[in-house]
Nanobody, 121 residues
Framework: QVDLVQSGGGLVQVGGSLRLSCAAS????????VGWFRQAPEKERELVAH????????FYKDSVKGRFTISTDNAKTMIYLQMNNLQPEDTADYYC??????????????WGQGSQVTVSS
């Protein structure tokens, strides 16, 4: 069991910045990847950024490359999404995720409660 508690988000003007935080607790030693998804009104949920430590890969959605940065603290219990130069199309509910797995474990993804980000023009 991994619990994810998000903070951050809010209202920002075009071109502004926000940082989303996600605190992970529980069996974090079984985490092998973390990420951020978003879902805008009447749109499908989409992956924004993802780090997979087991594969050594980092992914960014094309539209956020160069503007968003996913990171963690050294203990990998805090997950961040730094969002710069925000645009109206970034308006969405953002969710952090943690993928857990290991020997004799069925991989599972845990989700945070969501953070609303609104970019006003």
């Amino acid at each position: 069991q991994v619990d994810l508690v998000q903070s951050g988000g809010g209202l920002v003007q075009v071109g502004g910045s926000l940082r989303l935080s996600c605190a992970a607790s529980g069996r974090t030693s079984n985490m092998y990847a973390v990420g951020w998804f978003r879902q805008a009104p009447e749109k499908e949920r989409e992956l924004v950024a993802h780090i997979n430590w087991s594969e050594g890969t980092t992914f960014y959605k094309d539209s956020v490359k160069g503007r968003f940065t996913i990171s963690t603290d050294n203990a990998k219990t805090m997950i961040y999404l730094q969002m710069n130069n925000l645009q109206p199309e970034d308006t969405a509910d953002y969710y952090c995720t943690a993928d857990v797995g290991g020997p004799s474990m069925i991989p599972f993804t845990y989700w945070g409660q969501g953070s609303q980000v609104t970019v006003s023009s």
